[in-house]
């Protein structure tokens, strides 16, 4: 409790610093991963080292003049950050962006192309080959209600109904 209201009180000087200077800032919070800590899944240990929905479901939060609060259950991946941020900063250079842009979910007049509802996840640790050891660990690809984990080491796989069982304790793949 005293980490998250230490930072809270931290950041919130922040943004009344760049509110004042930089009146018309987009900001844009997000993180590389979440933390599950539900035993034994995820203890400590585990911090991040797997593709469980507890681990991948971050926050995505865009703030600035004219963005309306909202809410939106699409699928999106870090990869959505830059095209995002081109769409509403009307970027029209060149640039070969690989995640899909959100701008018509916050801005007026703003159009995205068709985005596909699938979302693909690696594990994957290059500083394992030094290691000897498989440096893709495991992957995963999820759905709008379903995510398939494959597991390299072990050879086995993980289905679940993310959106209704939030900790993914009932494994539907056999």
């Given at each position: 409790d005293a980490e998250v209201e230490h930072v809270d009180r931290h950041v919130g000087r922040l943004l009344a610093e760049i509110e004042r200077t930089l009146p018309n800032a987009l900001i844009i919070f997000s993180s590389d991963h979440a933390s599950a800590f539900d035993a034994p899944a995820h203890d400590k240990k585990h911090?991040?080292?797997?593709?469980?929905?507890?681990?991948?479901?971050?926050?995505?939060?865009?703030?600035?003049?004219?963005?309306?609060?909202?809410?939106?259950?699409?699928?999106?991946?870090?990869?959505?950050?830059?095209?995002?941020?081109?769409?509403?900063?009307?970027?029209?250079?060149?640039?070969?962006?690989?995640?899909?842009?959100?701008?018509?979910?916050?801005?007026?007049?703003?159009?995205?192309?068709?985005?596909?509802?699938?979302?693909?996840?690696?594990?994957?640790?290059?500083?394992?080959?030094?290691?000897?050891?498989?440096?893709?660990?495991s992957m995963s690809v999820r759905d709008a209600s379903l995510h398939l984990i494959f597991e390299r080491a072990s050879s086995t796989y993980a289905l679940y109904r993310w959106r209704e069982d939030v900790d993914e304790k009932d494994d539907l793949y056999e």
């Open positions: 911090y991040g080292y797997d593709l469980h929905s507890g681990v991948l479901h971050v926050p995505l939060i865009a703030a600035a003049p004219g963005i309306k609060p909202s809410r939106s259950t699409r699928l999106a991946t870090l990869l959505d950050v830059v095209p995002t941020l081109a769409d509403v900063l009307r970027y029209d250079g060149k640039g070969d962006f690989r995640g899909n842009s959100f701008a018509d979910l916050f801005v007026a007049g703003a159009s995205s192309p068709p985005v596909h509802d699938i979302a693909f996840h690696q594990f994957y640790l290059p500083e394992r080959r030094y290691q000897k050891k498989p440096a893709l660990e």
